[in-house]
């Protein structure tokens, strides 16, 4: 966890301002000036200064980035915006919950919502045409509310090679916060080929 840090003077103040965003690009102004213990107002004017651009902007700019392209799936599919992708390795994907994401009553994300980007991610980072799921150990370690911004990490653990199983690992934050972690067997190629429903897990909670 990022410790807050005391009001400090302008120019210590972008300092930990560029260290923070350094850190985590996805940091939202409000978190910043939770931290800084300045008005968000304060934020912004700093961050027009260093030439750091807002949130939305970093995010896009990350997307542009070259990174491999999603074999598994189309990638309209992927539930999220992939900004990092390691075919095989890793991947990093962003989803902002909306209204339509949410019970209108509570503003609370349905599961299976937070559940579909951690597995689509799953699925996308593995370099094959075909990769479906076979089975998910997931937790839902605090509910995620209207607004909050998802940010899903895949790690792929181990490969079995050739048309075999692989092992993804997700962990999905909010700023610093863990809020769901998965465990997903993936089936790659003609190992896939007799799992139907791969995503059957997705309208469970």
Do not use: W
């Not at 990638?75 to 902002?96: A, M, N, T, W, Y």
Request: some cysteine.
């Amino acid at each position: 966890m990022v410790r807050t840090i005391e009001r400090l003077p302008k120019r210590q103040r972008q300092q930990q301002l560029s260290k923070l965003i350094e850190e985590n690009p996805f940091i939202a102004d409000r978190e910043l000036n939770r931290l800084l213990k300045v008005s968000i107002q304060t934020i912004r004017l700093d961050r027009m200064e260093l030439g750091i651009p807002e949130l939305r902007e970093r995010v896009k700019l990350m997307a542009e980035r070259s990174y491999d392209a999603v074999r598994s799936l189309p990638l309209h599919e992927v539930i999220g915006d992939i900004i990092d992708l390691q075919l095989d390795k890793s991947g990093i994907s962003i989803f902002d919950i909306r209204e339509e994401h949410v019970f209108s009553r509570t503003g609370i994300a349905r599961g299976h919502h937070v559940f579909a980007q951690a597995n689509s991610l799953a699925v996308a980072v593995i370099n094959e045409e075909i990769a479906l799921t076979a089975s998910a150990d997931i937790r839902f370690i605090r509910s995620v509310k209207l607004g909050e911004k998802c940010i899903a990490k895949a790690y792929v653990r181990s490969n079995s090679g050739g048309s075999s199983k692989a092992k993804v690992e997700v962990f999905t934050y909010v700023g610093e916060e863990m809020v769901f972690q998965g465990h997903f067997i993936i089936y790659r190629s003609a190992g896939g080929a007799n799992i139907e429903g791969g995503d059957e897990n997705a309208d469970r909670n």
